[in-house]
Nanobody
Framework: QVQLAESGGGLVQAGGSLTLSCIASGRTSSSYAMGWFRQAPGKEREFVAGIDRSYANTDYADSVKGRFTISRGNAKNTVYLQMNSLKPEDTAVYYC?????????????????WGQGTQVTVSS
């Protein structure tokens, strides 16, 4: 079992930046492909960014390309989401997720473990 804990959310003005962190605990001796998802009120959970188990490949939703960056920390159990040029439409609860497979996936159903989420609110 793996437990994921997100942090770093908050309230920021449009154009500002935030960095979200995700720390994994438990069975972290194995590496996982990791993803960030978000869910706004009344909407489905959507893919934001992902990184594969090798750290070599990343992918982003079109809506965040060029503004968000996913990365892993030096420790195997951390992943970050750097968010720049934030827009009001980025407002959502952001979730960190891990999957047992090698490759990153955009479908949330492919992920085995989820954090509790952290709220990001962008004011106009």
């Amino acid at each position: 079992q793996v437990q994921l804990a997100e942090s770093g959310g908050g309230l920021v003005q449009a154009g500002g930046s935030l960095t979200l962190s995700c720390i994994a605990s438990g069975r972290t001796s194995s590496s996982y492909a990791m993803g960030w998802f978000r869910q706004a009120p009344g909407k489905e959970r959507e893919f934001v960014a992902g990184i594969d188990r090798s750290y070599a490949n990343t992918d982003y939703a079109d809506s965040v390309k060029g503004r968000f960056t996913i990365s892993r920390g030096n420790a195997k159990n951390t992943v970050y989401l750097q968010m720049n040029s934030l827009k009001p439409e980025d407002t959502a609860v952001y979730y960190c997720a891990a999957r047992n497979g090698f490759s990153l996936q955009k479908n949330p159903a492919e992920y085995n473990y989820w954090g509790q989420g952290t709220q990001v609110t962008v004011s106009s």
